[in-house]
């Protein structure tokens, strides 16, 4: 699956890819992995018991099947954590995204009222497109980069993200 983000630059409309999902450019992980992990970890669960009770004496059985269930355990409550900042980060793109958008169409707005006016004005409002262009594109990449972040992590790049995206915000105002 193909991510794709326009990023003007100059008046030219680049597009630039965003990441490749089946890669694994971009983590996701949902619900139904998070079932699947809860599922594996109930029957190393179930294992363990059993190994415990039919062969009490055999301890290198008992502590292996113990390991795997406790692996299992773990592996499950990591799954948990990162189906949550799978709908965290999605929904941080989403509004981004939604907001470069809105740039975008800002810009198109801008060019088109600059074309009818007068030479001065036209100059002040590309002096504008272009700012506005080159925070775009700055929010674009940071963007692209949270994105490509490790699930885990992705957090720890939304400030600067968010820090560009409001200063983007303030600037088409």
């Not at 292996?64 to 949550?84: G, S, Y």
């Not at 509004?95 to 809105?102: H, I, Q, S, V």
């Amino acid at each position: 699956m193909w991510n794709i983000r326009r990023e003007s630059r100059g008046g030219l409309v680049m597009l630039a890819v965003l990441e490749l999902t089946h890669l694994g450019c971009n983590e996701r992980v949902t619900n139904d992995d998070v079932e699947a992990a809860r599922r594996e970890a109930e029957e190393q669960r179930r294992e363990a018991i059993e190994v415990k009770t039919q062969a009490p004496r055999d301890v290198a059985a008992v502590r292996k099947h113990e390991t795997e269930a406790r692996d299992a355990e773990l592996k499950l409550k990591e799954t948990e954590l990162k189906a949550a900042a799978t709908t965290a980060r999605d929904a941080f793109v989403r509004g981004a995204e939604t907001l470069l958008d809105d740039v975008d169409r800002r810009i198109g707005e801008l060019r088109s009222a600059a074309s009818d006016q007068d030479e001065t004005s036209r100059s002040t409002a590309n002096v504008k497109i272009i700012d506005l262009e080159e925070r775009s594109n700055r929010a674009a990449r940071s963007l692209r980069e949270l994105q490509a972040a490790d699930l885990l992590l992705w957090d720890q790049h939304r400030s600067q993200v968010q820090r560009q995206l409001d200063e983007l915000r303030a600037a088409i105002r």
